[in-house]
């Protein structure tokens, strides 16, 4: 994490317990002792254990679990929907366990924004008038509220929906309403309970993807429930795992793949697919040898032949990628007796970003036995990625599982590529 | 053998209701006073009309509240009661019966709300609804009568007492029924309990409330009718002339009329809880 990210929120020593005399369970959670037996010996329910994160502002932050992993005691802790049993929650660097019930209230109106796993719209309103709900708790004009609603509306692309009410929308239609409600009254922070759990996979796969780009443009600090990895993992610009009201893991996605801290978290993730979260980045080859733009074809075929290439990138000087050289066009340019390889040039494969997944790289290099380059934001060339090193890549990355189901994925996904 | 002395409960009873007839009875026989001219004012006010204005009137409200088909019935059905000579008979019951719902969902609404919303006034206040529902109603007519002498006005008390329990039981019972994931959401935006039962607890309510509402007129309609024996007017004073006289024909005559004025009261009711049941709902 670039150091000028600032912490939005900081947990510390989270814990909750469920019932009126937690005392007992804590001092059993204080010697180690596991949800299963706290619940045996107290008959007490152990919510979340010493939970230590924090949210980064502007990040998608996953929690991730299987369920009764304690992920959902968690999130609502966070707006004290649980009231913590131990522990501080501070929200840009004030405590707010210790709030009273008025300073509590100001807080769930103007810091917090949820959305619920069943919508939870109120079937009696308008969705108009559900997207205005927290601006009319918070007691906010009949016009301004009806103009945030609408653009809250627009955002999610429910405009000219306005009038119908809940029971009218599909399930889709409907949590982008639970969505705009929450956007509505422009919070510091989104707590998305399994805001996408209950609809159908596709779906879903589109939600995830708007829910992306929407945080592209509002840049809100999201905290994300879900109990399915590879949501977790296309979502989360870092990722919490939990099992047992306990955190096993904090870190970003390849890291918790690729260097598991657990045996349990090893177990999970396990089931991925690994293309979903190879990136380009991992398979691609480092740019050695490139053609500048004010080459002659003769040096360039030289370079093609000192590194056993039929191809080169073309660059400008400070290596801004231009387009690409085969071989074959350099020794025919060679042969006519031209100077420059402007002629011979070829756009190539369309770059991708380092962060670009294995999985989207496999289309576009089905078609041509063209290297696809990668890119950086300002243009320049990292690397190209070529069918054979990304196989390889492949390769290496499950050898070091070696786990049945990702094996076998894999070569499904090598013989469809070669 | 050894003699257990009875418990002087019926004592107790009647010491304890002349305490209270002792200090009050003036403050309600002032409004008993009060209530009965008022009750004797809307039943002349209505009888100002000429029945079968009233009746068309009637009709064309119950059509706008129901369907074509109520309304037609309605029709029907109050002609009938004009043509057997009970129209201000009924008038007077319908009054009464009006009255005592007033009030008991009045008192009963907030109970209600009380005891969905506080676990303590839950456990205080419904084994005491167990209680007047199971007591027998005849009883509560005894005790109505020192406070408000005879006469429609003890009639609605105990009326009143009779009917209130459904109108307290549904309106407990809709709101805890609403899910638990809205009042959540109104929680995480920061709602106040007003807020949350104003916004969402009470809208979500409305058709259980109006069922409950529902019980409570049958209840004071069948209860009004009873309390002809301590000089309410009505529909029950007839019947209770046909049993004093033995005439049967009589008696029947006058309880169609309430069965009528039952199906009325009931049909309508219905009708505006399911308008706003057919309001939105997922």
Same mark, same amino acid.
């Given at each position: 994490?670039?150091a000028?990210? #600032?912490?939005?929120?900081?947990?510390?020593?989270?814990?909750?317990?469920?019932?009126?005399?937690?005392?007992?369970?804590?001092?059993?959670?204080?010697?180690?002792?596991?949800?299963?037996?706290?619940?045996?010996?107290?008959?007490? !329910?152990?919510?979340?254990?010493?939970?230590?994160?924090?949210?980064?502002?502007?990040?998608?932050?996953?929690?991730?679990?299987?369920?009764?992993?304690?992920?959902?005691?968690?999130?609502?802790?966070?707006?004290?929907?649980?009231?913590?049993?131990?522990?501080?929650?501070?929200?840009?660097?004030?405590?707010?366990?210790?709030?009273?019930?008025?300073?509590?209230?100001?807080?769930?109106?103007?810091?917090?924004?949820?959305?619920?796993?069943?919508?939870?719209?109120?079937?009696?309103? #308008?969705?108009?008038?559900?997207?205005?709900?927290?601006?009319?708790?918070?007691?906010?004009?009949?016009?301004?509220?009806?103009?945030?609603?609408?653009?809250a509306?627009?955002?999610?692309?429910l405009?000219?929906?306005?009038?119908?009410?809940?029971?009218?929308?599909?399930?889709?239609?409907?949590?982008?309403?639970?969505l705009?409600?929450?956007?509505?009254?422009?919070?510091?922070?989104?707590?998305?309970?399994?805001?996408?759990?209950?609809?159908?996979?596709?779906?879903?796969?589109?939600?995830?993807?708007?829910?992306?780009?929407?945080?592209?443009?509002?840049?809100?600090?999201?905290?994300?429930?879900?109990?399915?990895?590879?949501?977790?993992?296309?979502?989360?610009?870092?990722?919490?795992?939990?099992?047992?009201a306990?955190?096993?893991?904090?870190?970003?996605?390849?890291?918790?793949?690729?260097?598991?801290?657990?045996?349990?978290?090893?177990?999970?993730?396990?089931?991925?697919?690994?293309?979903?979260?190879?990136?380009?980045?991992?398979?691609? $080859?480092?740019?050695?040898?490139?053609?500048?733009?004010?080459?002659?074809?003769?040096?360039?075929?030289?370079?093609?032949?000192?590194?056993?290439?039929?191809?080169?990138?073309?660059?400008?000087?400070?290596?801004?990628?231009?387009?690409?050289?085969?071989?074959?066009?350099?020794?025919? !340019?060679?042969?006519?007796?031209?100077?420059?390889?402007?002629?011979?040039?070829?756009?190539?494969?369309?770059?991708?970003?380092?962060?670009?997944?294995?999985?989207d790289?496999?289309?576009?290099?089905?078609?041509?036995?063209?290297?696809?380059?990668v890119?950086?934001?300002?243009?320049?060339?990292?690397?190209?990625?070529? $069918?054979?090193?990304?196989?390889?890549?492949?390769?290496?990355?499950?050898?070091?599982?070696?786990?049945?189901?990702?094996?076998?994925?894999?070569?499904?996904?090598?013989?469809?590529?070669? | 053998?050894?003699?257990?002395?009875?418990?002087?409960?019926?004592?107790?009873?009647?010491?304890?209701?002349?305490?209270?007839?002792?200090?009050?009875?003036?403050?309600?026989?002032?409004?008993?006073?009060?209530?009965?001219?008022?009750?004797?004012?809307?039943?002349?006010?209505?009888?100002?009309?000429?029945?079968?204005?009233?009746?068309?009137?009637?009709?064309?409200?119950?059509?706008?509240?129901t369907?074509?088909?109520?309304?037609?019935?309605?029709l029907?059905?109050?002609?009938?009661?004009?043509n057997?000579?009970?129209?201000?008979?009924t008038?007077q019951?319908l009054?009464?019966v009006?009255?005592?719902?007033?009030?008991?969902?009045?008192?009963?609404?907030?109970?209600?709300?009380?005891?969905?919303? #506080?676990?303590?006034?839950?456990?205080?206040?419904?084994?005491?609804?167990?209680?007047?529902?199971?007591?027998?109603?005849?009883?509560?007519?005894?005790?109505?009568?020192?406070?408000?002498?005879?006469?429609?006005?003890?009639?609605?008390?105990?009326?009143?007492i009779?009917?209130?329990?459904?109108?307290i039981?549904?309106?407990?019972?809709?709101?805890?029924?609403?899910?638990?994931?809205?009042?959540?959401?109104?929680?995480?935006?920061?709602?106040?309990?007003?807020?949350?039962?104003?916004?969402v607890?009470?809208?979500?309510?409305?058709?259980?409330?109006?069922?409950?509402?529902?019980?409570?007129?049958?209840?004071?309609?069948?209860?009004?009718?009873?309390?002809?024996?301590?000089? !309410?007017?009505?529909?029950?004073?007839?019947?209770?002339?046909?049993?004093?006289?033995?005439?049967?024909?009589?008696?029947?005559?006058?309880?169609?009329?309430?069965?009528?004025?039952?199906?009325?009261?009931?049909?309508?009711?219905?009708?505006?809880? $399911?308008?706003?049941?057919?309001?939105?709902?997922?």
């Amino acid at each position: 994490m670039p150091a000028e990210q #600032s912490v939005k929120i900081a947990v510390r020593g989270l814990t909750k317990v469920f019932g009126d005399e937690p005392k007992d369970a804590l001092a059993l959670l204080r010697q180690g002792e596991t949800k299963q037996a706290i619940f045996e010996k107290t008959g007490l !329910a152990v919510g979340v254990a010493d939970a230590d994160f924090d949210v980064i502002e502007g990040e998608i932050l996953v929690v991730m679990g299987l369920s009764g992993s304690g992920k959902s005691s968690l999130i609502r802790c966070l707006n004290r929907l649980n009231e913590p049993t131990a522990g501080q929650i501070l929200l840009d660097g004030r405590d707010i366990v210790p709030l009273g019930h008025r300073e509590l209230l100001e807080v769930r109106r103007s810091k917090y924004g949820m959305v619920f796993q069943h919508f939870a719209l109120f079937p009696h309103r #308008s969705i108009r008038e559900n997207v205005e709900f927290g601006l009319e708790i918070q007691g906010c004009a009949v016009d301004e509220r009806a103009e945030k609603a609408l653009i809250a509306l627009k955002q999610v692309g429910l405009e000219g929906w306005e009038d119908a009410t809940p029971g009218q929308l599909s399930g889709g239609m409907q949590q982008r309403v639970g969505l705009a409600r929450a956007l509505a009254v422009d919070p510091d922070v989104l707590l998305m309970d399994e805001a996408f759990s209950a609809l159908d996979p596709l779906i879903r796969r589109d939600m995830q993807q708007e829910l992306v780009a929407l945080q592209s443009r509002v840049r809100k600090t999201i905290v994300f429930i879900t109990h399915d990895l590879d949501e977790a993992l296309f979502l989360g610009n870092r990722i919490v795992l939990m099992k047992d009201a306990r955190i096993e893991q904090v870190g970003t996605a390849e890291e918790i793949l690729s260097n598991p801290a657990t045996p349990y978290v090893e177990r999970f993730v396990a089931e991925v697919d690994k293309t979903k979260v190879l990136t380009a980045s991992a398979v691609m $080859r480092r740019a050695r040898s490139v053609a500048f733009v004010n080459d002659g074809p003769r040096t360039v075929l030289r370079k093609m032949e000192d590194e056993d290439l039929s191809f080169l990138c073309v660059v400008e000087t400070d290596f801004r990628l231009r387009g690409i050289v085969r071989d074959d066009a350099a020794l025919d !340019a060679v042969k006519r007796g031209e100077k420059s390889i402007t002629s011979i040039m070829e756009p190539g494969v369309q770059p991708v970003g380092p962060d670009t997944p294995v999985r989207d790289l496999f289309g576009l290099l089905a078609e041509t036995t063209m290297p696809a380059p990668v890119v950086d934001d300002a243009g320049r060339l990292l690397g190209v990625v070529v $069918r054979a090193s990304l196989l390889q890549g492949l390769a290496e990355s499950i050898g070091s599982n070696g786990n049945a189901s990702t094996s076998d994925s894999a070569t499904e996904i090598v013989e469809t590529a070669a | 053998m050894i003699e257990i002395p009875r418990l002087p409960l019926a004592e107790w009873i009647d010491d304890g209701l002349d305490v209270l007839t002792g200090q009050f009875a003036g403050a309600t026989k002032v409004v008993s006073d009060l209530m009965e001219t008022g009750i004797e004012g809307t039943v002349d006010a209505l009888m100002w009309l000429p029945p079968g204005v009233t009746i068309v009137l009637a009709g064309l409200l119950v059509w706008r509240l129901t369907g074509i088909r109520t309304a037609l019935f309605a029709l029907a059905g109050l002609a009938l009661l004009w043509n057997l000579g009970l129209w201000e008979a009924t008038l007077q019951t319908l009054v009464m019966v009006l009255i005592a719902t007033l009030i008991a969902v009045s008192v009963g609404g907030p109970l209600g709300i009380l005891a969905a919303l #506080s676990p303590s006034a839950y456990r205080i206040i419904f084994p005491v609804l167990d209680f007047m529902q199971t007591m027998p109603a005849f009883v509560y007519l005894i005790p109505a009568i020192p406070f408000f002498g005879l006469g429609p006005v003890a009639a609605i008390f105990s009326t009143v007492i009779f009917a209130m329990p459904p109108a307290i039981r549904l309106t407990t019972l809709g709101i805890r029924q609403v899910p638990a994931d809205l009042v959540e959401a109104a929680d995480a935006f920061g709602a106040t309990r007003r807020q949350k039962l104003w916004k969402v607890q009470l809208p979500l309510a409305v058709p259980t409330i109006m069922a409950g509402i529902n019980q409570t007129i049958m209840l004071a309609l069948s209860m009004v009718v009873i309390a002809a024996m301590i000089g !309410a007017q009505g529909l029950g004073g007839e019947v209770w002339r046909a049993i004093q006289r033995n005439e049967a024909g009589m008696g029947f005559e006058a309880g169609i009329a309430v069965v009528i004025l039952a199906m009325l009261l009931d049909r309508i009711t219905q009708g505006i809880g $399911r308008r706003g049941k057919d309001q939105p709902s997922t």
